[in-house]
C-alpha cells in the first residue's frame, strides 16, 4: 500500500515534470511567434483602434486635443469626406465585383489548357507566372508607357495609326482608368493558374477513363468531374482574391499616388493610405476598421460556402 | 480518333502560344524600348523597334543609386530569408508536436491576422517604429522578419510535418533524445523542401515589397529597390527627365533575380501549392 503511493507519487512528479518540460520548451519555440503577435498585431489593432475614436488625431500631439467619440466613422459618412469616401467604396466594390469572378474563370481557362500532357508545360507555365514575379514597380513603368496618356505611348501610337483619337488611360477623370487598371490586372492571372494546376493535378485520371468509357464528353467531365472536385481550391482562391482585390494599394499607387485624376483611381486602400500620409491618423485608423469588419462579413459569408465543398477523404 | 486527338493538340498548342504573346507582350515592349535614346522614347510614333541600338541605357540605370538600393535589398533580403523560415518552422513544429497550454488559443490567434487588412496595423506599426527611432535604420524591413514568418508560412510547414511518418520521432525517444535533438537532428532535415519553399517566397517578398519601405523608411539612402526606383523615376518633373528608356533598362534588370529564382525553385513552388491547406 505504503510502496504503491509511492510509486503513484513518483510517476506523479514525473509527469508533471514531463508536462513542465513540454511546457517550456513550446513556449520558447512559440516566443518569437508570441512577441511578434503582441508587438506587430495586438497591441497596433489595439492602438488603432483607440486612435480611431479620436477626430482627426495626427498620430503626435495628445490626445486631449482632439474630441473623442464617433467622429472620425461619422466624418466618412457627412460632409466633402464622404464623397471621396463613397467614391472609394463604389470604384472598389464594382471592380471587386466584376475582376474577381472574371480572374478566376480566366485563370481556370488557362489552367485548362496547360493541364495537358503537352511538351513544354513547364517553359509556358513559366512564361504565364512572369508577371506574378515580378515587382509591381515594373508594372507601372511599363505599362506607364503603354498606356501612356501621351501621344508618344504605345497604345496612343497604335490608336493614332488606325485613326482613332488618343486617349488618357490611368490619367483620365473617368471610369476608363479603372477599366485600363482591370486590363492590367489580367497580366496577372497566373497567380491564380498556379494554384488550379494544382488542384487539377489532384484528381484521380482513372476518373476521367471512366467518365470516357462510359462516354461522357469534354464538357459533361468538365462540369462534373473537374469543377466538384476542384471545390477546395475554387474555395481557397474566392476568399484569398476577394480579401486581395478589395485591399489594392500598392499596384495604384505606384501609377497614380494621390488616387488619379478627380480621384477615378481611389480604390479603398489607397484612400487609407493617403489619409495616412496626411497625417489623419484616426480617420485612416477609422476606415481601416471599417474595412476589417467588411472583411470580417464577407469571410464569414464565404465561409457558409465551405459546406458545398468537396474534401477528398470526407464522406 | 487519332486525326481528332492530333487536332485538339493542334488547336492547344496555338492557344498556349497565343496566351504567351499576351502574358510576354509588355516584357517584349521593356526590352525593346529599354535600348532606345531618351529622346527617340519621347518621340510620337516611334514604334518599338530602335533606330539607333542604345545599350548605354543600362549603364545609366546601374548608377551608384541602384547600387546603394540594391545593396540595402540585399540585407533586408536575408534578414527574411533566414528569419521567416526559422521563426516559421519553429513555431510550427511547437504546434503540431509539443503539447502546452494555451496552445489553441495562440494557434487560432494566429490564423486570425490573416484577416487583416495590412494597412490596419501598418498605420500604428509606423509609429512603434518612429517611437523607436527605426524609421532611420534597416531594422523596420529586417527585425519582425525574426518575429512570427506569417501565418500561412507556419500553417505550410505544419501540414508538412504532419505529413511525416511518426516511427522516427519514436526511435529517438527511446534512445533518450529530447525535444530539441529530435526538431534539430531529425524534423528538420526532413521539412528541408517546405523551408526552402517558405525562404524562396520570402524572397519573392522582400524583393517587391513596396508598401513597407514608402511607409516605414523615411532616409532616402537605406530604401530598397522598388521605391528607389520609385522615386527616382516617378517623381521627376519632365518626361525627358524621368529617362524612360533608363526605365526600361531598370524594369529589365530587377525583373531578372526572380525568375532566376522561380527557375531553380519551381519545383517546390509547384508542389507547395498542394500544401498550402486546401485540405482544411
Known amino acids: 500500500m505504503n510502496k504503491n503511493t509511492k510509486y503513484k507519487d513518483i510517476l506523479k512528479t514525473g509527469k508533471t515534470l514531463a508536462a513542465l518540460k513540454s511546457n517550456i520548451t513550446g513556449y520558447l519555440l512559440i516566443l518569437p511567434l508570441l512577441i511578434g503577435l503582441i508587438i506587430f498585431t495586438i497591441y497596433p489593432l489595439l492602438l488603432s483602434l483607440y486612435n480611431s475614436f479620436y477626430l482627426d488625431y495626427d498620430g503626435f500631439n495628445n490626445y486631449s486635443e482632439f474630441e473623442f467619440g464617433f467622429g472620425n466613422y461619422i466624418k466618412a459618412f457627412s460632409g466633402y469626406e464622404s464623397k471621396l469616401f463613397f467614391k472609394s467604396v463604389g470604384i472598389t466594390f464594382s471592380y471587386a465585383v466584376i475582376m474577381v469572378p472574371l480572374g478566376l474563370v480566366l485563370s481556370f481557362a488557362v489552367a485548362l489548357f496547360l493541364n495537358q500532357k503537352i511538351r513544354g508545360m513547364v517553359v509556358f507555365r513559366l512564361i504565364y507566372y512572369i508577371p506574378c514575379l515580378i515587382p509591381s514597380i515594373v508594372n507601372a513603368i511599363v505599362f506607364g508607357y503603354i498606356f501612356n496618356s501621351e501621344d508618344y505611348g504605345l497604345m496612343n501610337t497604335f490608336f493614332a495609326s488606325i485613326g482613332i483619337p488618343a486617349r488618357e488611360f490611368f490619367y483620365s477623370a473617368s471610369s476608363e482608368a479603372v477599366v485600363t487598371f482591370a486590363v492590367m490586372s489580367l497580366f496577372g492571372v497566373g497567380g491564380a493558374m498556379l494554384i488550379w494546376l494544382a488542384g487539377l493535378k489532384s484528381i484521380p485520371q482513372s476518373y476521367y477513363e471512366a467518365a470516357t468509357l462510359e462516354g461522357s464528353g469534354y464538357f459533361t467531365q468538365l462540369f462534373k468531374i473537374t469543377v466538384p472536385l476542384c471545390t477546395p481550391y475554387i474555395f481557397y482562391q474566392l476568399i484569398t482574391s476577394v480579401i486581395g482585390t478589395i485591399q489594392i494599394c500598392d499596384q495604384v499607387y505606384v501609377l497614380t499616388s494621390e488616387g488619379g485624376r478627380d480621384y477615378s483611381l481611389l480604390f479603398y486602400g489607397v484612400y487609407i493610405y493617403r489619409e495616412f500620409q496626411r497625417n489623419n491618423f484616426g480617420y485612416s485608423a477609422a476606415l481601416a476598421y471599417m474595412l476589417f469588419i467588411v472583411i470580417a462579413i464577407l469571410s464569414a459569408i464565404l465561409f457558409r460556402f465551405n459546406k458545398y465543398v468537396y474534401y477528398e477523404g470526407d464522406n | ?280
Not at chain 2, 507556419?154 to 508538412?160: E, N, R
Not at chain 2, 535533438?181 to 523542401?193: C, G, S, V, W, Y
Request: glycine letters at 6%.
Open chain 2, 1 to 280: 480518333m487519332h486525326g481528332k486527338k492530333l487536332a485538339l493538340k493542334i488547336t492547344s498548342y496555338c492557344f498556349l502560344c497565343l496566351f504567351s504573346l499576351f502574358f510576354l507582350f509588355p516584357f517584349v515592349v521593356m526590352f525593346l524600348r529599354s535600348f532606345f535614346t531618351a529622346t527617340e522614347s519621347l518621340a510620337i510614333g516611334s514604334g518599338l523597334i530602335p533606330k539607333v541600338f542604345y545599350p548605354k541605357s543600362y549603364l545609366d540605370a546601374l548608377d551608384p543609386d541602384f547600387l546603394k538600393y540594391t545593396g540595402n535589398t540585399v540585407i533586408v533580403i536575408i534578414a527574411n530569408v533566414v528569419g521567416k523560415p526559422l521563426t516559421a518552422a519553429m513555431a510550427a513544429y511547437a504546434f503540431v508536436k509539443v503539447r502546452f497550454k494555451g496552445r489553441k488559443l495562440i494557434f487560432y490567434t494566429a490564423m486570425c491576422t490573416i484577416m487583416l487588412p495590412a494597412i490596419l496595423t501598418m498605420i500604428p506599426v509606423y509609429k512603434i517604429f518612429v517611437d523607436l527611432g527605426w524609421n532611420n535604420t534597416l531594422l523596420p524591413l529586417t527585425v519582425p522578419a525574426f518575429f512570427g514568418g506569417g501565418f500561412l508560412n507556419i500553417f505550410l510547414t505544419m501540414q508538412f510535418i504532419r505529413s511525416l511518418p511518426k516511427d522516427m520521432d519514436e526511435a529517438a525517444i527511446i534512445d533518450g533524445a529530447n525535444i530539441l535533438q529530435l526538431m534539430f537532428r531529425i524534423t528538420f532535415p526532413l521539412i528541408m523542401p517546405v523551408i526552402v519553399l517558405v525562404a524562396v517566397q520570402s524572397f519573392f517578398g522582400a524583393w517587391n515589397d513596396f508598401m513597407g519601405p514608402l511607409t516605414y523608411i523615411t532616409d532616402e539612402r537605406l530604401l530598397t529597390i522598388p521605391v528607389g526606383i520609385y522615386n527616382k523615376f516617378f517623381t521627376a518633373v519632365s518626361p525627358l527627365e524621368a529617362q524612360p528608356n533608363v526605365q526600361m533598362a531598370t524594369g529589365v534588370i530587377i525583373m531578372i533575380p526572380p525568375i532566376i529564382i522561380f527557375c531553380l525553385f519551381q519545383k517546390q513552388l509547384v508542389d507547395g501549392v498542394t500544401f498550402t491547406g486546401l485540405k482544411a
